[in-house]
């Protein structure tokens, strides 16, 4: 590895799905990973297989907890190489089976909205004066944010709260690139447990999406909202 060459990328939710699926992608890549999951057994099984390939640091935690979000920041800060990219993927879904809006329990909707809005945002903060010149921000979001799907209220309002926050930052940080990014329905565990006691084995797996992401991260595209599966193989 090059260090002159190397990229330092943060990836929330990493231990599955689509963050381990992209993780496990930029390692083959060498780029340097700071990674952060909240089950910390599984973090560690992820950090020892990516270590093979490239320098890993694993952060177990909640990046709903602000004493989290200090630690990854400190993480960026030691690296001394500053943060190329920051990659919001940790989500919370919420009461499965999705509860009707006018029935849902207002503790859990406040739950969702601080893992899936304002942590994101928080994170960002954290690690602004780190984030090296053009570095790429990526919230992960989904058509729930943008489709009215009957049981969706909590998880959808809060990826379309995601997708305003992303759009305002992108108009007040024009220096760098903020996509949020549509992976579509893909076959993980938080998938199957929006519906429960369905067979999702039609659904893609999430590699399926990272071709796409890669091609944000590397390539010179405008900040935006992005179908993941729809970038892929364009120049």
Same mark, same amino acid.
């Given at each position: $590895?090059?260090?002159?060459?190397?990229?330092?990328?943060?990836?929330?939710?990493?231990?599955?799905?689509?963050?381990?699926?992209?993780?496990?992608?930029?390692?083959?890549?060498?780029?340097?990973?700071?990674?952060?999951?909240?089950?910390?057994?599984?973090?560690?099984?992820? +950090?020892?297989?990516?270590? /093979?390939?490239?320098?890993?640091?694993?952060? #177990?935690? &909640?990046?709903?907890?602000?004493?989290?979000?200090?630690?990854?920041?400190?993480?960026?800060?030691? /690296?001394?190489?500053?943060?190329?990219?920051?990659v919001n993927n940790a989500s919370l879904l919420g009461?499965?089976?999705? #509860?009707?809006?006018?029935?849902?329990?207002? &503790?859990?909707?406040?739950?969702?909205?601080? /893992?899936?809005?304002?942590?994101?945002?928080?994170?960002?903060? =954290?690690?602004?004066?780190?984030?090296?010149?053009?570095?790429?921000?990526?919230?992960?979001?989904? &058509?729930?944010?943008?489709?009215?799907?009957?049981?969706?209220?909590?998880?959808? %309002? %809060?990826?379309?709260?995601?997708?305003?926050?992303?759009?305002?930052?992108?108009?007040?940080?024009?220096?760098?690139?903020?996509?949020?990014?549509?992976?579509?329905? $893909?076959?993980? *565990?938080?998938? *199957?447990? =929006?519906? #429960?006691?369905?067979?999702?084995?039609? +659904?893609?797996?999430?590699?399926? %999406?990272? #071709?796409?992401?890669?091609?944000?991260?590397?390539?010179?595209?405008?900040?935006?909202?992005?179908?993941?599966? &729809?970038?892929?193989?364009?120049?």
């Amino acid at each position: $590895m090059n260090p002159k060459l190397t990229k330092t990328v943060l990836i929330t939710g990493a231990s599955r799905g689509l963050g381990l699926s992209l993780a496990r992608a930029l390692a083959q890549k060498e780029w340097k990973l700071i990674l952060t999951a909240r089950t910390k057994d599984v973090l560690e099984s992820v +950090r020892a297989e990516l270590a /093979a390939c490239t320098a890993v640091l694993a952060i #177990p935690g &909640d990046v709903s907890d602000p004493h989290i979000r200090e630690a990854l920041a400190n993480a960026v800060r030691a /690296a001394c190489c500053g943060l190329d990219v920051l990659v919001n993927n940790a989500s919370l879904l919420g009461p499965s089976p999705q #509860p009707h809006l006018l029935d849902y329990p207002l &503790d859990a909707l406040e739950a969702i909205y601080r /893992a899936n809005v304002f942590a994101p945002l928080a994170l960002t903060q =954290a690690v602004r004066d780190l984030l090296n010149p053009g570095a790429r921000i990526l919230n992960i979001t989904s &058509d729930a944010a943008v489709n009215a799907y009957d049981g969706w209220g909590g998880y959808g %309002s %809060s990826k379309s709260a995601l997708e305003q926050i992303s759009a305002v930052l992108a108009v007040e940080e024009p220096l760098l690139r903020f996509y949020w990014i549509d992976p579509g329905d $893909m076959r993980t *565990q938080m998938h *199957q447990e =929006a519906f #429960p006691g369905e067979d999702i084995s039609d +659904r893609p797996l999430p590699e399926v %999406s990272v #071709p796409g992401i890669v091609a944000l991260i590397d390539g010179d595209y405008p900040s935006g909202r992005y179908a993941a599966r &729809d970038v892929r193989g364009r120049e």
